[in-house]
């Protein structure tokens, strides 16, 4: 399986998503500019308040420790000798990894990392499914209340859109109860494709065989994690959901300073409002890292907020401190403990 993860992350297929992120990034930020006028733009880039950066750029490491916080909370429960210090780089993989794949399926990322780190497979994938059904959870709870809300600021058909997803967020949240809970279903799935591959290509049986067997030990392993953290580690499993609150949290609270950095008068609580459904809006996009969605959606969101030739630099600088810095820095991480296992392999 630590094979699998190490194919996963090789160079072809990172090359490939980073020029599909890049791509679909610049058609994204294409469309944000065009809300606003090139001049009006360079007036309010002349007018901005640079300094306040800093307090996005602050918000953008306490996202980063909130996210490996929350993952470390897992992690040490299963090898308690572990440094935070993998928990961030391994949350940064995550980051960067759902960055360049579609639909944001970055828990290679963190598998990859972990495993490295000496954490059992079955244990990291444990950890990972239960973190995402807490950000799955909370964000389901506040589109709820969105919704019930309905505040005057959000543009029209905002709230159809929210309906639509929560139908999205319902059938993924179905599927990873069932992953945690029932995982057997998914492997009696992953047996009758393997047989039936077993039988229409005899010379893959050897390596099918060996598939199935790794699986089969894997769930039971995970129903083992699973059975920990719901009988032991209630309290842990409870504290996933502020968690993630907080770095939700430290992400609209990046964008408010940059409004105001930019000289807007849009309030904390519109940003919360606007923050909440972009995640919960884009989160499922199906480009990598919903790139080209989430500018394009940022932009329709805050038209009624702040001004028209503040958009894209709105746009521009929440993207960057949420994402684009993330995809760099744990681009440099994965590459890093690739180059070291290239290294131990050679030696030995």
């Known amino acids: 399986m630590q094979e699998f993860l190490s194919r996963s992350l090789n160079r072809e297929n990172a090359v490939r998503g980073t020029i599909l992120f890049i791509l679909c990034t610049f058609a994204g930020l294409f469309l944000s500019f065009l809300w606003g ?3 009006d733009i360079k ?6 308040r640079v300094e306040m950066l ?3 750029c602050l918000c953008m490491f306490v996202d980063w420790f909130f996210g490996a916080l929350r993952f470390h909370v897992f992690i040490r429960k299963v090898m308690p000798t572990i440094r935070f210090w993998d928990s961030l780089r391994a949350n940064l993989a995550t980051l960067c990894v759902s960055a360049i794949t579609p639909f944001q399926t970055g828990g290679v990322g963190h598998l990859y990392i972990y495993a490295r780190a000496g954490i059992p497979l079955s244990g990291a994938i444990t950890s990972g499914i239960i973190c995402f059904l807490s950000t799955l959870t909370t964000l389901i709870l506040c589109a709820g209340g969105i919704v019930w809300l309905d505040p005057p600021f959000l543009p029209e058909g905002a709230t159809w859109v929210s309906l639509f997803s929560f139908l999205t967020f319902g059938l993924v949240f179905g599927a990873f109860l069932l992953l945690l809970f029932k995982p057997e279903i998914i492997f009696r799935f992953f047996h009758y494709l393997c047989d039936a591959a077993q039988r229409r290509f005899n010379r893959l049986a050897p390596i099918l065989e060996r598939a199935t067997s790794r699986v089969e030990q894997l769930i039971t392993e995970h129903k083992t994690f699973t059975t920990m953290f719901l009988r032991e580690h209630k309290l842990t499993c409870a504290l996933s959901v ?4 907080g770095f939700l ?3 609209i609270v990046g964008s408010y300073v940059i409004v105001q950095a930019l000289n807007g008068d849009a309030t904390l609580w519109e940003l919360c409002i606007i923050g909440l459904v972009l995640n919960f809006v884009v989160l499922f996009a ?3 890292g919903a790139s080209g ?7 329709a969101l805050m038209e009624s907020l702040i001004s028209k030739e503040r958009i894209p630099l709105f746009v521009l600088l929440t993207r960057f401190f949420s994402i684009y810095c993330a995809v760099v820095v744990g681009g440099i991480i994965i590459g890093l403990q690739i180059t070291k296992d290239f290294r131990q392999q050679k030696q030995t």
């Open 286 to 288: 199906p480009s990598p």
């Open 54 to 56: 800093l307090g996005a």
């Open 37 to 39: 006028g090139s001049q």
């Open 43 to 48: 007036q309010v880039f002349r007018e901005m």
């Open 293 to 299: 969605v989430a500018e394009v959606v940022t932009a």
């Open 242 to 245: 502020p968690l993630t609150c």
């Open 249 to 251: 949290g430290a992400r």
